[in-house]
């Protein structure tokens, strides 16, 4: 029997070593770091054009001009990747993408149609970084690399500074892929702009986008990014001012901790956000303005600036735009099942809606009065 | 028990080995001295180093027969020759003659008797020397060895930092002094005997009585018994019949060539095998564990102790595994790597015209014949293999785009880990090229399951019921205090470790 | 030498636990046609008391049968009975070995490695599976051990490194889920505990106790059942229903440091449960059917057996997106039913009416 298994065991590994295929290796696949999807352009024909940034190895492929730009175009994103591999010569390889682009243009006629190819390919990463771009998708790729850094990496690297800078703009595709198919939640996407500097040319955040169902809707701007990241409980990392007594005084947030709570009166949803912020006033300037006797006052007006600021912004994107991407609708969902269970579409329900915000905020360092602070 | 018996004991050869045919009945010897001498010198062939010293003493006949440079002249003379010569009165009955000078004349330390011409030619060889009277059918050995022996010197092959710097050596009797230095204690057992039905090597069972496990010195005592094999010229010829898988790749006996490895052994239970001619004791059961362990362990500080061991089963994992891993997951799975690792990768292998398989395959075969020359190699030739091997290999190799540079590395930091467990090196290696190939085939799934099947074959490794993968599987807590970690002396000295006691043993209840 | 293998009651625990962990890690809609839903964690948090309630008859025939397996026992009743008995029970065992390496292979080559053939991971799976069969059932209990430990503890460092990534949004009430749902996922994980199949073959094998082992198992498996799903539903969210394989998912987006995903992690969880399972089911498979063989054939039985469940298992894997019936709930309650509880109540109330028949009889005298 033992010699029976040996010569099992001897013609499986024949076989195993002859026959059963496998992918090519990695030096002759083409290693795609970044794919933008436009649309085509006029006399094309119609569909995607795609530009994908990938490094295809070969003994003559130095560092300066380690990546490459592909083009092609096709009746759907997978066609087109089908002629960069036909014309190239190499199978595409995924699992090192870090970004994926679609312009305005192109995500008019929706979210999802883009994105059934990525998210169905079985190398694809689920955290690659999606993002919306102003103006052609196939720009930020060529914008400047940073050593052996591709542009593509570039972007993504500036998508997740910070703390999960991604996460907060919902632009990873798991988190993409998850409000697309719930009913209650919007998603948003980073907004990318090239701009000029001097002779070079880099990538800018410009704003967030936001969806409604899976269709681009409008830009949040300034004032309203504020709010949308104070409601998801992210502490900006940019300086904010408020004006108090004739005076500019920037601060910036160290904290911020938010809370949705939901409450159903008369058949309506109420929704009150808590807001507990920490923040430091300038550590290198001395405003007038500010003192130890005034800094409770102080605190009563930044807690006024960011209620006014988030009532704002709800109403405008929320009960006006019917926007929902502060997870309003999920918060209602977990803490009031019932009641969500009774509606026949969220999005109808967001006018019934009643929305007001409640903000502590607490001067944890005062720059120069900081001596003889509690 | 007196001096005596005590030394008869210890050079008893009761169990001996018949190699010629077991139905051959032992020949007495004759009671004419010629006649015996005829038969001696027939068994040897005339060989010209057996020396017969004739000799008559008050008429009667003499013969002193011995081989030459296997005894010690001088003693001979001082403790048998002179004596003779200078006796007053020999009784004229011959076997009174014999027994007054094996009671009262001689004053060699070891002697016996001889009856058969079959044990003679064992006695020459062991460097007794043999004196035969005319008219009686009996022959004394004395034992007055003085062969060429190299001295009690330092292991070559585990070399400690503070334990001691002695090795067992060539001579059996010296090896078995050396364990009664050490285990002055009288349950120190030691069952001589005889193996390889030409060679008559002698050996020696030692076991420490009330320690060991009767069930595994009978096991041991058995299968040596029935060894068949024509010459026994170093322990590792009798390692095989001991085993209960020979074909496994892991051994269930081990072999040391310290004493006081040996004796910590004993006092675990287990059982040592001295084989004349070799310096390497076998000690049965090993347990994969002792793969691990040293004797510096146990006098340097637990934690240190425990690190070294921490970082000899990390190095064993590395050693089977790494090439393995880096192939299958370099043509496989490269997305496991970050990404500035990743086109490291790429970009070292853009160049090389071979697939990570076949590179790992060449690179570890060419590392093994420049590990095999550098054994063989005389001391004065060895420097030139290092300059092969570095300038060569590491260098050209990767300038000419054969390999690429993370393989080199590769290479370097599993060689450098299979030398940290010299006594899994051969299993480890060939492990190796296992693991390199089926990466290559079917990837990181091809790796786990061939890790996972050289754990199962460990697990499945028994030496007379004892587990060899104990006290890891089965699970003994109370051993484990010894086997990754190492314990204080405190917590090591309150609990008798004795290796038939570990769970799933059988013996649990002893 | 010889001698009835023994198994500590600890190693039978660790591979129950593990046995049913990895069915539940690998847990795919299409093997279950079920998205994982609020209702599967609090089912996972009632279990325990249905899997007792699943091992009683088996129980209850090992109190009458006493220490020997379910065949041997059908058999000392009589022969008829045990051969049909072995035939069931090693078709059991059968389905028990292909059911995992079908999954494993259907999951690398649709998700990792669509390029290689069907047959490849079934080899892959079942050579060494079948060394680990010649190798003994005490091997086997021992690697399981360690594997357990090892996947376990992977496991909790999953569910670590995903901790930031825990939504308290994702996590919906189970209580307003349609009615029958908390029924459903009950069933569900019922016909997917099958572990008492092991526990009617080796009650003998099993020192310190078999029940000491599976009530071990019954109040520690459903812990990690619901950690699983728990982790799942609070990371992915509803994403979870777009995914074949949700924890894998789970795990690819999991970072520690310069390790993208931990994704391979769960990978090698997997595998090495579905060794650890396919080893010891095909090791019970050959012991129920070797009776059953002639003499002249039981050196071939293993191989024939080895290659039969490497050719089903790639028949399946490839035909599993097809074939709706495969491994379908349905079934899989049926075969609970049957092997679980009707046989061994079966076995346990003809055993008793032969006993009561013994004392019925009047002993005749010797003459």
């Not at chain 2, 564990?289 to 362990?297: A, G, I, K, R």
């Not at chain 3, 399972?277 to 009776?291: D, T, Y």
Request: charged fraction near 20%; aromatic fraction near 10%; hydrophobic fraction near 50%.
């Amino acid at each position: 029997m033992k010699r029976l298994l040996c010569l099992l065991v001897s013609a499986a590994l024949t076989a195993c070593l002859t026959a059963c295929g496998g992918a090519p290796p990695l030096k002759e696949r083409l290693i795609v770091e970044g794919i933008a999807v436009d649309e085509a352009a006029e006399g094309e024909e119609e569909g995607f054009a795609l530009t994908v940034q990938a490094y295809a190895p070969s003994s003559e492929n130095t560092t300066h001009n380690r990546y490459q730009l592909f083009r092609a175009t096709g009746k759907t994103v997978y066609e087109a990747l089908r002629t960069i591999d036909q014309n190239t010569g190499r199978e595409s390889f995924f699992a090192d993408t870090q970004v994926i682009l679609f312009s305005a243009a192109v995500l008019e006629r929706g979210l999802w149609p883009n994105l059934d190819f990525f998210m169905r390919s079985s190398e694809m990463g689920n955290n690659v970084c999606l993002a919306m771009t102003k103006g052609k998708a196939a720009d930020l790729l060529t914008v400047e690399g940073q050593g052996d850094r591709m542009p593509a990496g570039v972007l993504a690297d500036m998508l997740h500074y910070g703390k999960s800078k991604v996460e907060r703009f919902s632009g990873e595709m798991m988190t993409v892929g998850a409000r697309l198919t719930v009913p209650y939640a919007d998603l948003t996407l980073p907004l990318l702009a090239v701009e000029r500097q001097g002779e070079g040319r880099r990538a800018v955040l410009a704003g967030v986008t936001c969806f409604i169902d899976d269709r681009p809707a409008f830009v949040l701007n300034g004032q309203m990014t504020w709010a949308y990241n104070w409601i998801r409980g992210y502490a900006d990392e940019r300086a904010f001012v408020l004006p108090f007594r004739g005076e500019l005084c920037a601060l910036r947030f160290q904290r911020i901790q938010a809370a949705i709570e939901s409450a159903v009166e008369e058949g309506r949803p109420r929704f009150t956000l808590r807001l507990k912020a920490g923040c430091n006033v300038s550590e290198t300037a001395a405003f007038q303005a500010v003192t130890l006797e005034n800094l409770p006052e102080f605190e009563t007006a930044l807690a006024k600036k960011m209620e006014q600021t988030v009532e704002q912004t709800l109403q405008t994107v929320f009960l006006q735009q019917h926007c929902d991407v502060f997870d309003l609708g999920r918060s209602l969902i977990q803490q009031h099942p019932a009641y969500f269970q009774t509606l026949s579409s969220w999005r109808q329900t967001i006018p019934l809606c009643t929305v007001q915000c409640e903000a502590e905020v607490s001067v944890k360092r005062a720059g120069q009065l900081d001596v003889n602070r509690r | 028990m007196n001096a005596v018996t005590f030394l008869r004991q210890f050079f008893h050869t009761a169990r001996q080995q018949q190699y010629a045919d077991p139905q051959k009945p032992p020949e007495p010897l004759s009671k004419n001295l010629q006649e015996n001498i005829t038969r001696v010198k027939e068994a040897y062939g005339n060989s010209d180093d057996l020396t017969v010293r004739e000799l008559t003493v008050q008429n009667r006949r003499f013969a002193c027969l011995a081989l030459d440079n296997m005894v010690s002249k001088d003693d001979l003379n001082k403790m048998l020759l002179e004596k003779l010569t200078a006796a007053p009165r020999l009784p004229t009955d011959a076997e009174e003659c014999f027994s007054f000078i094996e009671r009262s004349l001689s004053t060699a330390p070891e002697q016996q008797r001889a009856e058969t011409v079959d044990e003679l030619p064992t006695l020459l060889a062991s460097g007794f020397a043999l004196l035969l009277l005319d008219g009686c059918a009996v022959a004394l050995a004395l034992g007055v060895q003085h062969f060429p022996a190299r001295g009690v010197e330092a292991p070559r092959n585990e070399e400690m930092e503070r334990a001691a710097h002695e090795a067992f050596v060539e001579v059996l009797r010296l090896n078995v002094a050396l364990l009664r230095r050490r285990m002055k204690t009288p349950a120190l057992r030691v069952e001589n005997l005889t193996v390889g039905g030409r060679s008559k090597t002698a050996a020696a069972i030692c076991y420490l009585q009330g320690s060991a496990s009767p069930k595994v010195v009978d096991f041991v005592r058995r299968r040596l018994q029935r060894i068949e094999i024509d010459a026994v010229l170093e322990s590792g010829y009798l390692q095989p019949f001991l085993e209960s898988r020979p074909l496994s790749l892991f051994p269930t006996v081990g072999a040391t060539e310290r004493p006081d490895a040996a004796c910590a052994k004993l006092c675990e239970g287990r059982v040592a095998v001295l084989v004349d001619g070799t310096p390497f004791c076998l000690i049965a059961p090993t347990l994969f564990c002792e793969h691990f362990q040293s004797m510096d362990d146990y006098t340097l500080h637990p934690a240190f102790a425990t690190f070294v061991r921490l970082l000899k089963y990390f190095s064993f994992f590395m050693a089977i595994v790494f090439p393995g891993l880096y192939v299958a997951i370099g043509e496989n799975n490269p997305e496991i790597f970050p990404t500035a690792v990743f086109f490291k990768l790429v970009d070292a292998e853009v160049t090389t015209p071979f697939s990570l398989m076949w590179e790992a395959l060449m690179i570890h075969t060419i590392y093994e014949i420049m590990r095999e020359a550098g054994l063989r190699l005389p001391q004065s030739v060895g420097h030139a293999v290092s300059i092969v091997g570095a300038l060569v290999i590491g260098e050209s190799a990767v300038s000419a785009g054969l390999i690429g540079a993370p393989m080199i590395i590769v290479v370097a930091v599993t060689a450098l880990s299979s030398y940290v467990i010299p006594t899994l090196y051969y299993p480890v290696a060939i492990l190796r090229f296992a693991m390199i190939l089926v990466g290559g085939i079917a990837g990181l799934f091809g790796v786990i399951l061939l890790f996972s099947l050289v754990l199962l074959e460990i697990a499945s490794l028994e030496f007379c019921s004892i587990p060899i993968f104990a006290p890891f599987l089965p699970f003994d807590r109370t051993a484990m205090r010894d086997a990754v970690v190492r314990a204080g002396w405190p917590t090591l000295a309150r609990h008798t470790a004795r290796v038939q006691a570990l769970h799933g043993a059988g013996e649990e209840d002893r | 030498m010889s001698r009835r293998p023994v198994i500590g009651a600890g190693q039978l625990f660790c591979y129950l636990l593990l046995s049913r962990v990895v069915l539940t890690l690998t847990y795919s809609i299409n093997f279950n046609a079920h998205t994982i839903g609020p209702t599967d964690w609090l089912a996972a948090l009632l279990l325990p008391p249905f899997l007792l309630a699943l091992a009683l008859p088996a129980f209850v025939l090992r109190r009458r049968s006493g220490p020997v397996s379910v065949c041997e026992y059908a058999f000392s009743l009589s022969k008829p009975l045990g051969r049909a008995v072995s035939l069931l029970y090693g078709a059991g065992f059968f389905l028990l070995t292909v059911l995992p390496v079908s999954r494993f292979s259907f999951f690398v080559t649709s998700t990792l490695q669509p390029e290689k053939s069907p047959l490849f991971f079934p080899l892959l799976l079942l050579l060494p599976a079948c060394y680990a069969v010649c190798r003994g059932l005490e091997a086997i209990f021992r690697l399981s051990a360690l594997l357990s430990v090892v996947c376990l503890l992977s496991l909790l460092a999953i569910v670590a490194v995903l901790l930031p990534r825990f939504d308290s949004l994702n996590i919906l009430s189970p209580f307003y889920e349609p009615r029958g749902a908390l029924g459903l996922s009950l069933l569900l994980l019922l016909s997917n505990s099958l572990e008492v199949f092991v526990v009617l073959m080796l009650p003998g094998a099993v020192r310190g106790g078999v029940k000491k082992a599976y009530l071990g198992y019954a109040l520690v498996a459903p812990l990690f059942l619901f950690l699983i799903f728990y982790t799942v539903l609070a990371v992915l969210g509803p994403y979870s229903a777009l995914q074949m394989f949700p924890f894998y998912t789970a795990a690819g987006v999991a970072k520690v440091g310069e390790l993208r995903n931990l994704s391979a992690v769960a990978a090698a969880v997997w595998i090495l449960g579905v060794f650890a399972k396919s080893s010891l089911s095909l090791l019970l498979c050959r012991r129920c059917l070797l009776p059953l063989t002639p003499k002249a054939a039981r050196p071939f039985l293993l191989p024939a057996l080895g290659a039969a469940a490497t050719a089903c298992a790639a028949w399946n894997s490839a035909t599993m997106a097809e074939n709706k019936l495969n491994f379908s709930m349905p079934l899989m309650l049926g075969v609970v039913g049957v092997y679980l509880i009707a046989l061994p109540l079966l076995l346990a109330a003809l055993g008793k009416r032969k006993e009561n028949r013994h004392r019925e009889t009047p002993a005749v005298p010797a003459r």
